[in-house]
């Protein structure tokens, strides 16, 4: 066996470098917002990335583009409205119960809606402890959606588009 080949192919191929990007996508944040002593946005952040890293399994990139915006509307309203009725018990109770039956029943429609639901849910869950009344969760629903949008999504865009533009054809 050539295992310097194997290894080479093993450190250049497409999943290998997806761990890479995803990994650095939601440990960066964390790491330079811990740096300036805001820990709680870095993680925040960090939280919004991996919960759209789920949605973003292979295929079409527009499915994919497709898929990490609605995770990214679905992770906001979710951590918005678990934020709204995490004050009244009776309220929260239907909640969860809606949106775990909603998000859980929309997997039928493949993996990349499970993993979909699968965000809203984690969001939901994380947010359960969120202890903001007012405009303060809308703010802090905010930091969450937009870094995923902004910071997750963009890479992986520009990286497919490089990988269909490969002249073997890999993309």
Known sequence: MDYIKEYKQFVSSY???EAIRITIGITLPAIVFSYFGKLEIGL???LGAMAVSASDIPGPIHQRRNGMLATV???FLSSVITGYIN???LL???GLTI???SLSF???YGARVNSIGFAGILIMILTLDM???GVDVLIRALPGSRRSLVYHAQPGFIWCKTLQDHPAGIG
Request: charged share 10%; net charge neutral.
């Open 99 to 101: 949106f775990c039956f």
């Open 87 to 89: 004050h009244h018990p």
């Open 15 to 17: 999943y290998f470098n």
């Open 106 to 108: 929309i997997g039928a």
């Open 131 to 133: 202890r903001a009344e």
């Open 92 to 94: 929260l109770g239907i």
């Open 73 to 75: 509307a679905l992770i």
């Open 44 to 46: 925040i952040l960090s």
